[in-house]
């Protein structure tokens, strides 16, 4: 998905220290509409002012459950990314992946489609017209200096719903409760789907050395003494060896499960970029406004405009801000 942002700002992004007594920080969801008259809305928890990434996880969009009737669905034209990685998750609904790698791709709940920008990449998303409910988040991943030039890539995989005591999972990155993804990451990291039966406990082991973080689709999710919220992210700073979720709601809650380790280095967000300064976004944004062959093609979207035009950068220029923690 694209930040549909008409006047995006430039986030710098780093690892934050926590809040609350219990240690859990509450990053509460702002809306975000898609763009259009009908348009759907998105919730976005990642980046915000107290806290940007979570491993090396940088950007949170739920939406959903929506009538596509009623918004129109989803239609992204071709747009460029880079530096970063998308994870595309539905919970219902079927999205129609085009990119200038040349992979043209159904996005199905429960599958994971992991993108890899690298150098760069351009692709579209389309809701199909059999869709009536749209359900599902778009996250993103930076990637570390040694791999954010990378070749582009697409990589599909359906994780093995695995039934326990009181909840399902679905490991789609990483592993968890003896669940391992076949797909590699560039950094440490942790995604997983699960949900809890009414009054259900998932009690994990997880890695100490991740921060983590909670993302509630669906019902109530306690961790430690702090209830999360339908689109809440909880967080949790790393040190911990295990978590405890508990659905303490009489309906199913399902949630998804982020952690990584912290992600060392400084990032600049704007727009769909992910760089270092502010002179590699002004970079990225002139060579899409150019149609450099960084991006590439896509070639089979038939929507309303050819391609997404990169919104103004702001005025004001990102001032250099001392890396700090604790
Ligand atoms: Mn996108």
Same mark, same amino acid.
């Given at each position: 998905?694209?930040?549909?942002? +008409?006047?995006?700002?430039?986030?710098?992004?780093?690892?934050?220290?926590?809040?609350?007594? %219990?240690?859990?920080?509450?990053?509460?969801?702002?809306? @975000?509409?898609?763009?259009? &008259?009908?348009? =759907?809305?998105?919730?976005?928890?990642?980046?915000?002012?107290?806290?940007? $990434?979570?491993?090396?996880?940088? !950007?949170?969009?739920?939406?959903?459950?929506?009538?596509?009737?009623?918004?129109?669905? =989803?239609? @992204?034209?071709?747009?460029?990314?880079?530096?970063?990685?998308?994870?595309? /998750?539905? *919970?219902?609904?079927?999205?129609?992946?085009?990119? +200038?790698?040349? @992979?043209?791709?159904?996005?199905?709940?429960?599958?994971?489609?992991?993108?890899?920008?690298?150098?760069?990449?351009?692709?579209?998303?389309?809701?199909?017209?059999?869709?009536?409910?749209?359900?599902?988040?778009?996250?993103?991943?930076? $990637?570390?200096?040694?791999?954010?030039?990378?070749?582009?890539?697409?990589?599909?995989?359906?994780?093995?719903?695995?039934?326990?005591?009181?909840?399902?999972?679905?490991? *789609?990155?990483?592993?968890?409760?003896?669940?391992?993804?076949?797909?590699?990451? *560039?950094?440490?990291?942790?995604?997983?789907?699960?949900?809890?039966?009414?009054?259900?406990?998932?009690?994990?082991?997880?890695?100490?050395? !991740?921060?983590?973080?909670?993302?509630?689709?669906?019902?109530?999710?306690?961790?430690?003494?702090?209830?999360?919220?339908?689109?809440?992210?909880?967080?949790?700073?790393?040190?911990?060896?295990?978590?405890?979720?508990?659905?303490?709601?009489?309906?199913?809650? #399902?949630?998804?499960?982020?952690?990584?380790?912290? !992600?060392?280095?400084?990032? @600049?967000? /704007?727009?769909? !970029?992910?760089?270092? %300064?502010?002179?590699?976004?002004?970079? *990225?944004?002139?060579?899409?406004?150019?149609?450099?062959?960084?991006?590439?093609?896509?070639?089979?979207?038939?929507?309303?405009?050819?391609?997404?035009?990169?919104?103004?950068?702001?005025?004001? #220029?990102?001032? &250099?801000?001392?890396?700090?923690?604790?």
């Amino acid at each position: 998905m694209s930040n549909v942002e +008409s006047v995006p700002a430039e986030v710098r992004c780093r690892a934050g220290t926590p809040a609350g007594e %219990d240690g859990v920080e509450v990053l509460t969801p702002r809306r @975000v509409p898609l763009g259009g &008259p009908r348009a =759907m809305n998105v919730h976005r928890t990642l980046p915000q002012r107290r806290r940007s $990434l979570i491993g090396a996880w940088c !950007f949170a969009d739920h939406y959903g459950p929506d009538d596509v009737v009623r918004t129109g669905g =989803m239609d @992204v034209p071709p747009h460029p990314h880079t530096g970063l990685q998308t994870v595309s /998750w539905l *919970f219902a609904g079927e999205i129609e992946h085009r990119d +200038s790698l040349g @992979v043209h791709a159904r996005v199905r709940p429960g599958e994971l489609n992991l993108m890899t920008a690298g150098h760069g990449i351009a692709h579209s998303e389309v809701s199909l017209p059999s869709v009536t409910t749209l359900h599902g988040v778009q996250l993103w991943v930076a $990637l570390p200096d040694a791999a954010r030039d990378a070749a582009r890539d697409f990589r599909h995989y359906v994780p093995d719903p695995v039934q326990a005591d009181g909840y399902l999972m679905r490991v *789609f990155l990483g592993s968890l409760a003896g669940q391992a993804s076949p797909v590699a990451t *560039f950094t440490p990291l942790l995604g997983a789907e699960l949900t809890l039966r009414p009054g259900g406990r998932a009690e994990l082991e997880v890695d100490p050395r !991740f921060e983590h973080g909670i993302l509630v689709d669906t019902g109530t999710v306690c961790v430690r003494d702090t209830e999360l919220a339908h689109r809440d992210l909880g967080y949790l700073a790393a040190g911990a060896s295990t978590l405890v979720l508990h659905n303490t709601g009489d309906r199913p809650a #399902r949630l998804l499960l982020l952690g990584g380790e912290p !992600f060392a280095e400084e990032i @600049v967000m /704007w727009w769909n !970029f992910v760089g270092r %300064d502010h002179e590699e976004i002004v970079e *990225f944004r002139q060579a899409w406004e150019e149609g450099s062959d960084r991006f590439g093609e896509v070639r089979g979207y038939a929507g309303r405009t050819s391609r997404l035009p990169a919104p103004v950068l702001p005025n004001a #220029r990102l001032q &250099p801000r001392r890396h700090s923690r604790g």
